[in-house]
């Protein structure tokens, strides 16, 4: 580089103030513990949180899109939701179903175990071609709704099967179209 290249080049001013020191910055950082909220602010921001906390579950129970939990959202699981909800399934009656033959196999002589332990396995084997086929259905749904072109959503087959198995009242998002009846 000349001389002439060595002028032209300037320094920076830096950032127009002094480091700060340890002490400084520990201070600055310095919050306490706890808050110096009175007795009266610490019930008012509980019960504000309380009916925030039943604000967001009455909009998720509603359906809300913004308050569902991530499994629950998007336009192809309200397809999914819909499809489940609108009809009986085998698949409901799974858990109850286990209940009871575990309570009866646990006072029961080895042959009646036996039948029950077949008679489970058949209605694993059929609740699990239930769900295969209604996944089936909400596939050629979702197909016909959002374009043939759409990709189905990972989790459709795991979403329907725990969907179903959950008992109606208990069930988030609430179901919304009635049931069919024949």
């Known amino acids: 580089m000349s001389d002439q290249d060595k002028e032209s080049v300037t320094k920076s001013s830096g950032k127009g103030r002094p480091t700060p020191t340890r002490k400084e910055r520990e201070a600055a950082n310095l919050k306490p513990l706890v808050g110096n909220k009175s007795k009266e602010a610490m019930v008012a921001a509980r019960a504000k949180q309380r009916e925030d906390r039943l604000k967001v579950r009455q909009a998720m129970l509603s359906g809300e899109e913004k308050y569902l939990l991530g499994r ?3 336009p192809q699981r309200r397809l999914a939701r819909d499809v489940i909800d609108n ?3 085998l698949i409901e009656g799974l858990m ?7 309570l009866i196999t646990s006072a ?4 009646v175990k036996n039948i ?6 058949i209605a694993l084997i059929t609740v699990t071609i239930e769900v ?11 197909k016909e709704k959002l374009g043939a072109d ?6 459709t087959w795991f979403y329907v099967f725990t969907r179903g198995m959950q008992p109606r009242p208990l069930r988030i998002p609430k179901p919304g179209p009635r049931r069919k009846t024949k």
């Open 72 to 74: 629950d959202r998007g």
């Open 87 to 89: 009809r009986y399934t």
């Open 96 to 102: 109850p179903l286990m209940v009871l033959f575990l």
């Open 108 to 111: 029961t002589s080895d042959s």
């Open 116 to 121: 029950i332990t077949l008679v489970m396995i």
């Open 132 to 142: 295969s086929l209604l996944h089936r259905i909400i596939k050629s749904r979702i």
């Open 150 to 155: 759409t990709k189905i959503q990972k989790g």
